[in-house]
Structures are given as structure tokens and as C-alpha cells.
């Protein structure tokens, strides 16, 4: 199938026909690569927040969760109108 590129915005795109994002289960996000001279678009292996959970009770299990610039704390934060 050729298809031709559209303008968007400041950047170029192409449109992928439904029929062919529903054939390959395609649903937010995609995977997109260069191999070769080709683009690869694939479905993700696993959602882009996978194991963030797990990761943040990890870091501070280890006490790593430490801020990495104290002197930037929360101080004044009781002053902001949320």
C-alpha cells in the first residue's frame, strides 16, 4: 500500500487505516523504531508504566528515595493556592 505524508503541525505524518490498526491490535501506544531503511511499528511488549510500582517501593525499602536537591524542598508550599 503507498500512502502519501500529511502535514501536522510542524511535522510530517501518515495515516494508518483502521482496519489495518485493529488487525494488529493496536490501541494508545506503539513502538516505533528505525531498522534498516525502514520504520518498525510494533505493539508494546508491556505497558510504558510497567513496574513503577514495584520500583518506587523498591527505592524506598532501600532508603534511596532521599530528594536529590534538599535545598529545593517543600518549603513555601503551604503558601501556594492549589
Same mark, same amino acid.
Do not use: C, Y
Given at each position: 500500500?503507498?500512502?502519501?505524508?500529511?502535514?501536522?503541525?510542524?511535522?510530517?505524518?501518515?495515516?494508518?487505516?483502521?482496519?489495518?490498526?485493529?488487525?494488529?491490535?493496536?490501541?494508545?501506544?506503539?513502538?516505533?523504531?528505525?531498522?534498516?531503511?525502514?520504520?518498525?511499528?510494533?505493539?508494546?511488549?508491556?505497558?510504558?508504566? @510497567?513496574?513503577?510500582?514495584? @520500583?518506587?517501593?523498591?527505592? @524506598?525499602?532501600?532508603?534511596?528515595? @532521599?530528594?536529590?536537591?534538599?535545598?529545593?524542598?517543600?518549603?513555601?508550599?503551604?503558601?501556594?493556592?492549589?
Amino acid at each position: 500500500m503507498r500512502t502519501a505524508l500529511q502535514r501536522v503541525g510542524n511535522s510530517q505524518g501518515i495515516i494508518i487505516p483502521k482496519p489495518i490498526i485493529a488487525q494488529l491490535g493496536f490501541e494508545q501506544d506503539v513502538d516505533m523504531e528505525v531498522e534498516d531503511d525502514a520504520i518498525v511499528i510494533r505493539k508494546p511488549k508491556e505497558h510504558v508504566r @510497567a513496574r513503577w510500582a514495584e @520500583a518506587s517501593r523498591g527505592l @524506598a525499602e532501600r532508603g534511596d528515595d @532521599a530528594l536529590v536537591w534538599p535545598e529545593f524542598a517543600n518549603d513555601g508550599d503551604e503558601d501556594l493556592t492549589w
